[in-house]
Structures are given as C-alpha cells and as structure tokens.
T-cell receptor, first 113, second 112 residues
C-alpha cells in the first residue's frame, strides 16, 4: 500500500542533543513538507522541498535542518539550536498538481527531557 | 499578510448539524482544504474547494466564497466519532506548487 511513514512515533531527547526524524513516502510525490504542531496552534511550516536536492525554509526554520537526497525521503534534524523543540511533528507530501490534497504521516511526538 | 481564522472550540449534540466557519486573507489563492484531526493523530483530508459554491460528500459539505474570503464546513447527523479538530487550510500561490497555510483548528465536541 502506498503511503507516508514517519518514525519513530515517540522520541525523547536530552537537552543539547541533535535528533533526526525520519519521513519516507512511496507515493512518488514530488513535494514534501515538515510541519510543527503545538497545543492550541495550527500547523506551522518548517521546511519544504519540491524536487530532489532542493528545499526552502518555511515560517519557523530556525534550529532545524533537512536534506532531500532521494525523492522518497525527507529527514528533519532538530538541532540543539532549537530552543523549544518539544512538539508534534508532521511530515506531508503532495504530487505535482496544485489542486490535490496533502497526505500526512502519522506524526512524531518529540519530548525534550 | 496571511491569516486564517476559525473558532477555537464548538460543542454540538449527537444527531444535530454543525457549521464551522473559516475566513482567510492570503497573498494568493489556489484552493481551500478541510482536514479532520483526532488528538495525537495525523490530519485526514475531508474536502477541497477552488470554485465558489457547495461541495457535498456524504455527511460533510464545504462551501466557498472567494470574494468574501470565507468557507464553512457543514457536518450533518453528528456522531460521537466526529469529535475532533477541524483544520481549514488555504493553498497559497507562493512557490511553483504553492504551500498549505493552516488555521489553528476548531475543536468540536459532540455530546450525547
């Protein structure tokens, strides 16, 4: 079955450590996105990528980094520079057409301890 | 600027009808989406509007007025499982494909 997979579902990190969240899709979608969701907040865009080896900052990119070496994969690294990393992270993908919805992974809940 | 407004919370009774409103101000417009999100889960797609008017899909309908920057999601015959957050999202014209800008979501509680 085609879909978008995030791992792990729950992640704990010690303060000051970098951590990488995985996102893989087998939908053959061109574009991939990372969103952050905090309680009472909507989804805020961190980074997005429209083609392999290219990505752009979203609204809240500071303290995060990404790579897009393969069409299927778009990992997100939360660095120690991110001051408040505890949140629910969602990865999404869309095909090339603009009138199609985004497909979401199941999310990763990151907690800094 | 870019802004999407929705009510924070709503409560309705099982079997009733509820309308969730969304107003938006974006630099460009290339469609409006409604998603349902249960707590701790990923959003799931409900509807898409790009032209003015009503789109009906079973118990769910969505309406769009581009001139007013306004949409609503209508849920009929409410069920307990409809208790969730409902996210309004606008596809902006920025970038070659455009990005989804999300509202903060409306938390709907369905009471027996």
């Amino acid at each position: 079955d085609g879909g978008i997979t995030q791992s792990p579902k729950y992640l704990f990190r010690k303060e000051g450590q970098n951590v990488t969240l995985s996102c893989e899709q087998n939908l053959n979608h061109d574009a991939m996105y990372w969103y952050r969701q905090d309680p009472g907040q909507g989804l805020r865009l961190i980074y997005y990528s429209q083609i392999v080896n290219d990505f752009q900052k979203g609204d809240i990119a500071e303290g995060y980094s990404v790579s897009r070496e393969k069409k299927e994969s778009f990992p997100l690294t939360v660095t120690s520079a991110q001051k408040n990393p505890t949140a629910f992270y969602l990865c999404a993908s869309t095909p090339g057409e603009v009138n199609t919805e985004a497909f979401f992974g199941q999310g990763t809940r990151l907690t800094v301890v | 600027g870019q802004n999407i407004d929705q009510p924070t919370e709503m409560t309705a009774t099982e079997g009733a009808i509820v309308q969730i409103n969304c107003t938006y101000q974006t630099s460009g417009f290339n469609g409006l989406f409604w998603y349902q999100q249960h707590a701790g889960e990923a959003p799931t797609f409900l509807s898409y509007n790009v032209l003015d008017g009503l789109e009906e899909k079973g118990r769910f309908s969505s309406f769009l007025s581009r001139s007013k920057g306004y949409s609503y999601l209508l849920l009929k015959e409410l069920q307990m499982k409809d208790s969730a957050s409902y996210l309004c999202a606008v596809r902006d014209l920025g970038g070659s494909q455009g990005n989804l800008i999300f509202g903060k979501g409306t938390k709907l509680s369905v009471k027996p």
